[in-house]
């Protein structure tokens, strides 16, 4: 079933150097429960994809329609809770000035989930879900490290029963160990709770081992998109090639399916 | 066989409100001319802080205590009067740092800050000799209407062109040493992956020995001769880059390489946070310079 679907979407901006065509004419769909990896360099549109999903940006023309009904300018909070949105640095995404529990609950007091006195457990549960324990709510931002925080935005996204989360650039802040971590917390969160992805990054080793489909974007347009097998095995756009060879390899299969593809270049 | 850097039992602590806390325990590394050394190890390692020793910096930070052998070109620096050493960075040695948008100062123009690093070297070099010399290392680092840029500032350019920046003024004045605390990490990956080629072929041509932070070892992989993997201040394993890549002898090291997601989508490994394996003796694989 169909969750979110993005229909000839199209996003310019105006400067002083004239128009920009950040996202030009771009439509694809996301099942439920799906993880779908948007990719691309910088400046491809990525992120402006992202805000304008989030309802962050209004659009210059187009649709995008959520389980089933098109998504207005502006949104109702039910869709702004069902919606939620993991930033890539973890440390400016949080008030540094509240505690971690605090910045967790604002989502629960701001769509009214559950009754207020049960708040506080929810907000420790939403903790416990990523690994932190209980107790932690009460620490703040700055007292925790880069691996912690970027667990705390995942937490602060699930804690309002989002049904699409859109993550951008959510682990490349962090080293590979922690990296790998958090990875497998968002694969094993996916799963369990039967969530829904758009994944944007630039790391195509991240993608292979997250996203069931990808989306490669590059000008702010839609180059290619398919299952991620298929795309690594057999990419078909030379740019998507050129991305997936830019991937520092560690391992003997890994450079062999490299050269295979500069080859087909 | 005389080392360009060698750095023996280096030990650093800083001294806190709760009393010390030991950072270093005891590094030994070292770096032939021209050699490309790597640095490896996660976040808190103690990666950064070697470097900013090698450059002298952390030496002039009023809680740090920093005891053990770094000497350069033959000198120890850690006993050197705080001028000269002073006198070494942006000549001998020089540093790329891993942002490098917000290292460059964004109220000066390129050309200005090619011109302040020249006159390190030379101090009486005019703004002409300076710009001509500017823009030959900017066509080296494959940089595109050189003249037009070096009137740019720093936000005029992206992230991509900063850090060729960053390359071309590291190593203008011809250091023996280019210390690169993982360089482009801030930036996305093909352009990662080209100004890395873009670097390794410059320091080959200009001789230049470099050590090279990061903490992915595929990154590594593709620009050093020889690495040391460094865990919680104590090196674990170092060796020539393919011992390593073939045989990792440590289980600290085997867990970095784990860690580095695959593009033949193995899957995500589950990667312990402590473990006693991690803390066993280093693993040395014979061959490279040292």
Not at chain 2, 158 to 176: C, D, E, H, T, Y
Request: charged share 25%.
């Amino acid at each position: 079933m169909t969750l979110l679907t993005v229909e000839n979407l199209t996003k310019t901006f105006h400067t002083t150097n004239g128009p920009v065509h950040a996202v030009r004419d771009v439509s694809f769909e996301v099942e439920r429960g799906e993880c779908l990896a948007v990719v691309g360099e910088s400046g491809s549109g990525k992120t402006t994809l992202a805000n304008m999903i989030l309802g962050i940006l209004g659009s210059t023309s187009g649709e995008i329609r959520f389980d089933g009904a098109a998504l207005p300018a502006k949104r109702t909070a039910t869709h702004r809770r069902a919606i939620q949105f993991v930033q890539q640095n973890p440390l400016s995404s949080l008030n540094p000035k509240r505690s971690i529990g605090a910045s967790v609950r604002l989502g629960l007091d701001t769509y009214g989930i559950g009754i207020r006195a049960d708040r506080w457990r929810k907000v420790e549960d939403a903790l416990e879900e990523v690994g932190l324990s209980r107790d932690m709510r009460h620490r703040a931002p700055s007292a925790l490290s880069g691996g912690q925080r970027q667990r705390v935005g995942i937490a602060r996204a699930l804690a309002c029963e989002p049904e699409l989360v859109v993550l951008d650039e959510p682990t490349s802040a962090l080293d590979v160990l922690v990296q790998a971590r958090v990875l497998r917390l968002l694969n094993d969160l996916r799963a369990r709770k039967q969530l829904t992805y758009v994944f944007i990054t630039h790391d195509l080793a991240v993608v292979r081992n997250v996203a069931d489909r990808v989306a490669v974007f590059k000008s702010g347009q839609l180059i290619e998109l398919g299952r991620t097998e298929q795309i690594f095995s057999a990419p078909e756009h030379p740019y998507t090639r050129n991305l997936i060879g830019a991937v520092p390899v560690v391992d003997y299969a890994e450079l062999q399916l490299r050269n295979k593809l500069a080859e087909e270049t | 066989m005389s080392h360009l850097l060698d750095i023996q039992d280096l030990h650093l602590a800083f001294k806190g409100l709760k009393g010390v806390t030991e950072v270093l325990h005891g590094v030994d590394l070292n770096i032939a001319a021209g050699e490309r050394v790597a640095l490896v190890g996660e976040s808190g390692s103690g990666k950064s802080v070697t470097a900013r020793i090698v450059l002298g910096l952390l030496q002039e930070t009023r809680n740090a205590r920093v005891s053990g052998r770094v000497a350069f070109d033959g000198v120890d620096i850690t006993a050197m009067p705080l001028r000269d050493r002073a006198r070494l960075r942006g000549t001998e040695m020089s540093m790329i740092f891993q942002d490098p948008t917000s290292s460059l100062n964004p109220t000066f123009t390129i050309g200005n800050q090619f011109a302040e690093v020249m006159r390190r070297r030379d101090p009486g070099l005019d703004q002409t000799a300076c710009n001509v010399r500017a823009i030959e290392m900017l066509a080296e680092v494959s940089i595109p209407e050189p003249a037009r840029v070096l009137a740019n500032y720093p936000f005029q350019l992206s992230g991509g062109m900063n850090q060729r920046v960053m390359i071309a003024m590291a190593l203008v004045n011809n250091p023996k040493l280019l210390l690169a605390d993982e360089p482009g990490t801030a930036l996305d990956v093909s352009v990662q992956a080209q100004t890395l080629r873009l670097m390794h072929d410059l320091v080959e041509k200009h001789h230049t020995a470099v050590l090279f932070i990061s903490h992915n070892l595929g990154v590594v992989r593709e620009f050093a001769d020889r690495v040391y993997v460094i865990y919680r201040g104590r090196i674990v394993e170092t060796g020539p880059t393919d011992a390593i890549f073939h045989n990792p002898g440590h289980a600290y090291t085997r867990a970095l390489m784990d860690a580095v997601p695959r593009i033949t989508g193995a899957g995500l490994p589950e990667v312990p946070e402590v473990s006693d394996d991690f803390l066993a003796p280093m693993v040395r694989h014979e061959g490279g310079a040292s």
